[in-house]
């Protein structure tokens, strides 16, 4: 019953970061406890079959327990696991992946050593002079001063931008607040996601005398009532239309609209990951479906014969023909295209197909053309556990499925973004020829 306590052990974890608690028949998912535990839990709602619950009590903590070190976590959505220990969380979020992918088999979690102020984007909704990130399943927001995994300099101009935009005129206008960094930090892209045009130059002035690593200031224009943050429209308001960042020895224009990993010194083990699992050499012809900037693309052309990048986003395809242009690179080109349907011309006679989708995977179309073809290696780089288990299920008669890499992208976070080494089986290629 609501608010009655029961005593509860944790004795697994849900995807979603909860504990998973049993007292007898009874299954709660209780916030913040970690398997293991012992609690007196309060229940907070009952389902049919389950109940949730917040822990009233501690009767037995975990040892990996530890006190949160960021003042807003849980309120805000971004953090699950601020109160585990750094190698317990990547011994949970293995479990929690294996369960997802069971019947295969995960292999240790890559490490992220160094696991704060990780992130290299910030994007920040902005309403009613509030600026902060949504409370976990909610539109609240919750405002901070110094984020854990965002970077240090985007703490201050956000925190900057509070000051600035209070009693501003047009404040109103403003949606979101997007930063993006490169690397070592030398160059900033600021972007205002904005309802209609308005006029910021007395902000960006302050900005610009402040923060000399800004490169790039940008209005994006959404007046769609949707949760996709940007608009189609963007009028650059300072600097250039982009940012450069430089990873493995390969320089990189990134734009406001572009896809870039947002983990750094991980981005750099995770393309060597996918490099060694691809076997690529100087006779592999490659194709990079979801390349965005093209650079697992620009990597792979070190040792491969030829690379063929595919990506939706045109402004990212655009980074991607300048990056290859930039650094010198002609045994690649790229195609604006959607990789979920007609894949099947570019296919053929390709050694190695990189696929790396959005969280809603592959569609059955482009997993039946991988079926239907003969691909020696396909690896597949994946930021969401269920839609991998669920194409994986659906290419293993084709494909062996040889290896499942994961790589702590988003430490503190349940997310994990997984990479996948698949060999075309023997029987399979008999069966096509
Ligand atoms: C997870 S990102 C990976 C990008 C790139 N591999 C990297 O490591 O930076 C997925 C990319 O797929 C693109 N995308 C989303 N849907 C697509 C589709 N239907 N066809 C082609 N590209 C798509 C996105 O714009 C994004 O650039």
Redesign the pocket.
């Known amino acids: 019953m609501k608010n009655e306590i029961v005593r509860c052990e944790c004795v697994d974890m849900a995807i979603d970061g909860t504990g998973i608690a049993k007292s007898g028949d009874l299954v709660v998912f209780v916030k913040e406890m970690i398997k293991g535990e012992i609690a007196d839990v309060k229940i907070t709602k009952e389902k049919k079959s389950y109940s949730y619950g917040i822990i009233d009590r501690l009767i037995k903590q975990s040892p990996e327990r530890m006190v949160s070190d960021c003042p807003i976590a849980y309120k805000c959505g971004g953090c699950d696991f601020r109160h585990i220990s750094y190698d317990h969380q990547l011994e949970l979020k293995k479990e929690i992946l294996a369960n997802i992918l069971k019947p295969f088999t995960v292999l240790d979690i890559i490490p992220d050593e160094n696991h704060y102020y990780y992130r290299n984007k910030v994007q920040i909704p902005y309403r009613d002079g509030k600026m902060g990130f949504y409370r976990k399943y909610s539109n609240d927001i919750v405002e901070f001063a110094d984020c854990l995994i965002e970077s240090e300099t985007a703490n201050h101009i956000i925190e900057e931008l509070k000051d600035l935009l209070k009693d501003h005129p047009q404040a109103a206008m403003i949606r979101h607040i997007l930063i993006k960094q490169n690397h070592d930090h030398s160059e900033l892209m600021l972007g205002f996601i904005v309802w209609k045009k308005i006029d910021l130059s007395d902000i960006i002035a302050v900005l610009v005398d402040k923060y000399p690593s800004i490169r790039s200031i940008i209005l994006n224009i959404n007046e769609k009532e949707s949760n996709v943050i940007l608009g189609e429209e963007e009028i650059l308001l300072y600097g250039e239309p982009f940012i450069i960042d430089e990873f493995h020895g390969i320089r990189v224009k990134i734009s406001l609209k572009?896809?870039?990993?947002v983990n750094y010194r991980q981005?750099l083990k995770?393309?060597e990951l996918i490099r060694q699992l691809s076997d690529c050499d100087i006779n592999s012809r490659v194709l990079?479906?979801?390349?965005?900037?093209?650079?697992?693309s620009l990597y792979l052309t070190k040792t491969a014969k030829q690379v063929t990048g595919?990506?939706?986003?045109k402004e990212?395809v655009n980074n991607a023909v300048e990056n290859a242009r930039m650094n010198g690179i002609d045994n690649i080109d790229f195609i604006l295209?959607?990789?979920?349907?007609g894949m099947d011309r570019y296919l053929k006679e390709k050694d190695i197909v990189?696929v790396?989708?959005?969280r809603k995977g592959l569609?059955k179309e482009l997993i039946d053309s991988l079926i239907g073809h003969d691909i020696p290696r396909i690896i597949y780089?994946s930021?969401n556990p269920q839609t991998l288990a669920r194409d994986l299920k659906l290419l293993e008669n084709a494909y062996q499925i040889d290896e499942i890499h994961p790589v702590d992208m988003f430490p503190y976070t349940i997310h994990t973004e997984c990479v996948v080494r698949l060999s075309k089986r023997i029987e399979a290629k008999k069966e096509n020829i």
């Open positions: 572009s896809f870039y990993q981005m995770l393309y990079d479906l979801y390349c965005g900037i093209g650079t697992i595919v990506e939706i986003v990212a295209a959607d990789a979920s349907k990189i790396d989708p959005p569609s780089v930021c």
